[in-house]
């Protein structure tokens, strides 16, 4: 038997395989609440424009809060046969109240009304997103305050390099989090706009009021055309990408603390909450949570490359190409939300164990570059010649086995004459980081005025 929604034209019903590929019933019915939304300001829309009658917008109005509390309880029985969530609630509709849902459809298709539903669940994911990464960077600036003045080695290419605060590595992931929140802010303001209305793709002749729908459904404008209004998922790859570039921090920030939870760095304690231990190495406890947040990054990254794919070839307006776009994101947004906690709370939990971050900073002569400095300053030599004159003593603490401060004022002098004494103050790791105080430098004072500015910013 063919469809009851548009079957009008056909003598036979889908095949069982047409129907498998066809149906996204399995997953759009997430959209329910949004579809509903929409379906409920269009009734308005519809009535207030005299295109419906009033009791047929309040039957059809009611109705659809009843469609709703039996998709919320669970009561639900959705259909493949009705292929998606915009069919299996207008059918629904349609035997809780009858005739008048026979109405709700007109002067719409359901090209502008899922249009319009992913938008509005977009928006919301992108609302949770900005309190996942507020959440988040509350926690670093906890961890930024503690440790403003904590030493540890910075590194580059994961070699020592010179020595750094605590606060100020945490502080990075701050600003990196910030601006991941800034990028969804402004895809949100950009996707704001109401592709209702645009009916299949060329508007519709019936006197629709586009600006009271828009309005009613948090949008700031409707969508100026009607072809781009049902053909672009542009918001969705915005959304996607402002998720694969704050993913991407979340997993170096993810392999640092798999590092530094390493009995060869010893850095910092995961808390045993997000931790697991096994099952046959009575020692073990493992980083599972970072190594999954590292991993389940794959999969937005996956799901940026995948709907980009689906639209680049796509002629306007719709093609049936674009269902596929919400399992993606749907994919993508679960783990973004999972993985934002979850680092939440690893970052909330963790201990940095400050004796072996100290330790870790005094190696590996990371004060070789304060002492070049110092000798530029004291006494006068180009920047070249110093950094010479520093690499020859770091060879020779090197070749006996200890550190720079180790070695002895006349080991000093036997490379450069005039070396004094008071070269000793700036080889240890306090007075290197605390010497860096150009603006944002790692100086537990910039630091902490770095902690204070966001602070007052986040509220
Ligand atoms: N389930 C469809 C989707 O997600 C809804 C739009 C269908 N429109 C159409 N003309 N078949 O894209």
């Given at each position: 038997?063919?469809?009851?929604m548009w079957?009008?034209?056909?003598?036979?019903?889908?095949?069982?395989?047409?129907?498998?590929?066809?149906?996204?019933?399995?997953?759009?019915?997430?959209?329910?609440?949004?579809?509903?939304?929409?379906s409920?300001?269009h009734a308005?829309?519809l009535?207030?424009?005299?295109?419906i009658?009033?009791?047929?917008?309040?039957?059809i109005?009611?109705?659809?809060?009843?469609?709703?509390?039996?998709?919320?309880?669970?009561?639900?029985?959705?259909?493949?046969?009705?292929?998606?969530?915009h069919m299996?609630?207008e059918?629904?509709l349609k035997?809780?109240?009858?005739?008048?849902a026979g109405r709700l459809h007109t002067a719409r298709s359901r090209?502008?009304q899922?249009?319009?539903?992913?938008?509005?669940?977009?928006?919301?994911?992108?609302?949770?997103?900005?309190?996942?990464?507020?959440?988040?960077?509350?926690?670093?600036?906890?961890?930024?305050?503690?440790?403003?003045?904590?030493?540890?080695?910075?590194?580059?290419?994961?070699?020592?390099?010179?020595?750094?605060?605590?606060?100020?590595?945490?502080?990075?992931?701050?600003?990196?989090?910030?601006?991941?929140?800034?990028?969804?802010?402004?895809?949100?303001?950009?996707?704001?706009?109401?592709?209702?209305?645009?009916a299949?793709?060329?508007?519709?002749?019936?006197?629709?009021?586009?600006?009271?729908?828009?309005?009613?459904?948090?949008?700031?404008?409707?969508?100026?055309?009607?072809?781009?209004?049902?053909?672009?998922?542009?918001?969705?790859?915005?959304?996607?990408?402002?998720?694969?570039?704050?993913?991407?921090?979340?997993?170096?920030?993810?392999?640092?603390?798999?590092?530094?939870?390493?009995?060869?760095?010893?850095?910092?304690?995961?808390?045993?909450?997000?931790?697991?231990?096994?099952?046959?190495?009575?020692?073990?406890?493992?980083?599972?949570?970072?190594?999954?947040?590292?991993?389940?990054?794959?999969?937005?990254?996956?799901?940026?490359?995948?709907?980009?794919?689906?639209?680049?070839?796509?002629?306007?307006?719709?093609?049936?190409?674009?269902?596929?776009?919400?399992?993606?994101?749907?994919?993508?947004?679960?783990?973004?939300?999972?993985?934002?906690?979850?680092?939440?709370?690893?970052?909330?939990?963790?201990?940095?164990?400050?004796?072996?971050?100290?330790?870790?900073?005094?190696?590996?002569?990371?004060?070789?570059?304060?002492?070049?400095?110092?000798?530029?300053?004291?006494?006068?030599?180009?920047?070249?010649?110093?950094?010479?004159?520093?690499?020859?003593?770091?060879?020779?603490?090197?070749?006996?086995?200890?550190?720079?401060?180790?070695?002895?004022?006349?080991?000093?002098?036997?490379?450069?004459?005039?070396?004094?004494?008071?070269?000793?103050?700036?080889?240890?790791?306090?007075?290197?980081?605390?010497?860096?105080?150009?603006?944002?430098?790692?100086?537990?004072?910039?630091?902490?005025?770095?902690?204070?500015?966001?602070?007052?910013?986040?509220?």
């Amino acid at each position: 038997q063919s469809n009851a929604m548009w079957g009008g034209r056909f003598a036979a019903g889908p095949d069982a395989i047409m129907e498998a590929i066809n149906a996204s019933i399995s997953f759009d019915k997430r959209l329910a609440a949004q579809d509903i939304a929409g379906s409920r300001a269009h009734a308005a829309m519809l009535a207030a424009t005299g295109i419906i009658s009033d009791t047929d917008a309040d039957a059809i109005r009611e109705g659809l809060l009843t469609v709703l509390s039996e998709i919320e309880g669970g009561a639900f029985a959705f259909s493949t046969a009705l292929e998606d969530i915009h069919m299996n609630v207008e059918a629904r509709l349609k035997e809780v109240i009858g005739e008048p849902a026979g109405r709700l459809h007109t002067a719409r298709s359901r090209n502008d009304q899922v249009a319009t539903d992913f938008r509005l669940w977009v928006r919301d994911q992108i609302d949770a997103a900005v309190t996942g990464l507020r959440a988040l960077i509350g926690a670093l600036l906890v961890q930024a305050e503690a440790g403003a003045d904590w030493v540890m080695p910075g590194f580059t290419h994961l070699q020592t390099a010179q020595p750094v605060t605590w606060g100020h590595h945490m502080m990075a992931y701050v600003e990196m989090f910030a601006r991941d929140m800034g990028r969804f802010s402004d895809a949100r303001a950009r996707m704001n706009e109401s592709p209702l209305g645009a009916a299949a793709l060329a508007g519709t002749s019936f006197p629709i009021d586009r600006w009271m729908t828009a309005e009613a459904l948090g949008f700031d404008r409707p969508m100026a055309n009607s072809l781009d209004a049902v053909s672009d998922r542009d918001f969705a790859l915005e959304f996607l990408g402002a998720a694969s570039i704050c993913a991407m921090h979340l997993s170096r920030f993810a392999e640092e603390l798999v590092i530094w939870s390493s009995a060869q760095f010893r850095f910092v304690t995961l808390s045993d909450r997000f931790s697991t231990g096994s099952s046959i190495m009575p020692q073990k406890k493992n980083p599972d949570a970072a190594e999954l947040i590292r991993a389940k990054i794959g999969r937005i990254f996956g799901a940026n490359v995948a709907l980009m794919t689906v639209m680049k070839g796509l002629p306007l307006a719709y093609s049936k190409d674009m269902q596929e776009d919400k399992e993606q994101v749907f994919d993508a947004a679960d783990n973004l939300m999972l993985a934002l906690a979850a680092m939440e709370g690893m970052v909330r939990d963790m201990s940095a164990n400050r004796p072996a971050l100290e330790a870790a900073a005094a190696s590996g002569f990371s004060t070789a570059t304060d002492l070049a400095d110092w000798l530029v300053r004291e006494l006068g030599l180009p920047f070249r010649e110093a950094h010479h004159v520093t690499g020859r003593l770091v060879a020779m603490a090197e070749a006996k086995g200890c550190d720079l401060p180790d070695l002895s004022l006349a080991d000093m002098q036997s490379v450069h004459a005039d070396i004094r004494a008071d070269v000793f103050d700036v080889l240890g790791v306090h007075n290197s980081v605390a010497s860096r105080v150009s603006y944002g430098g790692t100086a537990p004072e910039q630091v902490r005025a770095q902690v204070a500015r966001w602070k007052e910013r986040l509220g």
